[in-house]
């Protein structure tokens, strides 16, 4: 299981374990409603910029934020570097990739060309495509865009995060992965994100339009903008000012590992800046992009707290619209509240802070919430502890804090400590890695990720038949578990099914 955060989001939970709370609360000015920027600037800017700097501190943030509010600027701010080796800092103009924040802009182009007539979100996908296989010939439009048409992810492959995501693709090489793969279920009946279906999302444009998809971006979207720092690159190409995506482990920053971006085409690739995005978020709620026939469509009725492109949730009891993205060394947010007239860009090239996170805690403040400042984690006071002095050393500091809270949620599950192992294993750091997830197995016999862990590292050393082993003895703790199941396919050369 390669270094992909898999276990982020168990270990983010534990956010509350070291001194009860995640830290000190502060107080936003009491605000009964969505306030002028010149009300809200004085009062908030100190709010925000204190927030930010102990998301810097204890939480790996690095980037660069935007609150405006009725089309102008609340709060901006850049924090931590754009690329380390080289000391360059984080600024307004600084790029970073966006990952699936590219979704709402290719849903943006279909819900035009619905607008021309040229096609309907009720269309069979298939009657744009070419060739398509037969357990697609039900998939609509509208399943693309709602993550409901059952095609496979094509970034949930076993061998995905291995090997396959440093592939140089053309097009519909990603999509050539999973089209022979059955459904995940009957079209319409279930929900399942898949980067595949905007990939062929772009397709459906590119065939609609008569060019291609990043033509058509530009030509609708981007040039009657003026959003001149954004830019859709799936190539090897220098796209200036651009942000060096970072991993952390513990309190330190390391390098992401490289993954190709030459596959993706509707659900990924653009890059951009924090005033660019909030241009074009003043402009969807303005209806300069679409008309407010086509923008509710987008967001009405929206099964799984998905529409088209958009993420619709509840933040701090308001609509929230809006769509998150990461990629190796990235996590972003653009966060629409239309209803306040709101727009939140959180840019980040540091893949360990949360975008959405930070995003949510910045609106609370705006809205006169109190909000926590982000807390040191678990994960990463042991991850220092090693880093500093082995993995005894940060077994003792595991240790230590257990026995301090005991009860505390972190500490009932393996999650943490498997999350510690493969950030190990991903440095790559075998030993200390290896020690972790024994220690693991001590802890939590019944630890099959764990098992996981050394048969990844026993894979990497050239040892195949002690990774044929521990894949065996996860697959006997957790029958279900599909990555134990395809390591030993590849391991032992059966056929896939």
């Known amino acids: 299981m390669a270094l992909n955060k898999t276990w982020r989001a168990a270990a983010a939970a534990a956010c509350a374990l070291l001194s009860g709370a995640c830290a000190t609360s502060i107080q936003a000015a009491q605000l009964q409603s969505a306030p002028s920027p010149s009300a809200v600037a004085p009062d908030l ?29 609340v709060f901006r701010g850049s924090y931590g570097l754009a ?64 993550h409901t048409s059952a095609i496979p992810n094509y970034t949930s492959l076993p061998d995905w995060d291995e090997t396959l995501d440093s592939r140089t693709y053309g097009p519909g090489g990603v999509v050539a992965l999973v ?13 399942r994100y898949s980067n595949t279906g905007y990939n062929l999302l772009g397709t459906i444009i590119e065939r609609v ?39 952390s482990i513990g309190s330190a920053f390391i390098e992401a590992t490289p993954q190709s971006m030459t596959g993706v085409y509707g659900e990924a690739g653009l890059s951009s800046t924090v005033d660019d995005l909030s241009t074009w978020a003043q402009a969807v709620d303005g ?95 042991i991850l220092d502890a090693v880093m500093a002095g ?14 301090a809270q005991p009860s505390a949620e972190a500490f009932s599950t393996d999650e943490l400590l498997v999350e510690i192992g493969y950030e190990l294993s991903g440095l790559p750091a075998m030993e200390e ?24 590292i026993s894979v990497a050393e050239g040892d195949f038949a002690a990774a044929i082993a521990h894949f065996e003895t996860s697959l006997r703790l957790d029958p279900d578990n599909e990555y134990a199941r395809e390591g030993l396919k590849r391991l032992k050369g059966l056929p896939e099914s």
């Open 45 to 73: 800017s100190a709010a925000f910029d204190a927030y930010m700097k102990a998301a810097v501190r204890n939480a790996a943030f690095s980037g660069t934020v935007l609150v405006a509010a009725h089309g102008r600027p």
């Open 83 to 146: 690329n380390r080796a080289f000391d360059v800092p984080n600024d307004t103009d600084t790029v970073y990739q966006l990952a699936s924040v590219t979704k709402p802009f290719t849903a943006l182009l279909i819900m035009m060309l619905q607008e021309e007539g040229r096609l309907s979100v009720d269309d069979l996908a298939c009657d744009h495509l070419a060739d398509c296989p037969p357990a697609w010939r039900a998939v609509t439009v509208r399943q693309l865009l709602t």
């Open 179 to 191: 089209r022979d793969r059955p459904l995940e279920f009957a079209p319409g009946q279930g929900y």
């Open 209 to 247: 339009a008569g060019k291609p998809y990043p033509e058509v971006l530009r030509e609708r979207i981007l040039t009657p903008l003026h959003m001149d720092h954004t830019v859709f690159n799936a190539s090897r190409r220098i796209i200036p000012h651009l942000a060096t995506g970072y991993y």
């Open 287 to 381: 209806g300069r992009l679409v008309s407010p026939a086509s923008l509710a469509q987008m967001t009405e009725g929206a099964r799984n707290n998905y529409g088209f492109g958009w993420e619709i949730r509840t933040w701090h009891g308001r609509r929230m619209v809006g769509h998150a993205g990461s990629g190796p060394g990235f996590s972003n947010m653009v966060a629409r509240f239309p209803e306040d007239d709101l727009t939140i860009v959180v840019l980040s090239n540091s893949d360990e802070a949360s975008g959405g996170g930070t995003a949510r805690a910045l609106a609370g403040l705006y809205f006169g919430e109190a909000t926590s400042l982000p807390d040191v984690q678990p994960k990463t006071v």
């Open 390 to 403: 082995g993995a005894e050393a940060g077994i003792r500091q595991y240790q230590a804090m257990k026995a």
């Open 433 to 456: 890695a290896r020690r972790l997830f024994a220690f693991t197995l001590e802890q939590f016999p019944q630890s099959a990720f764990s098992h996981d862990g050394l048969a990844d």
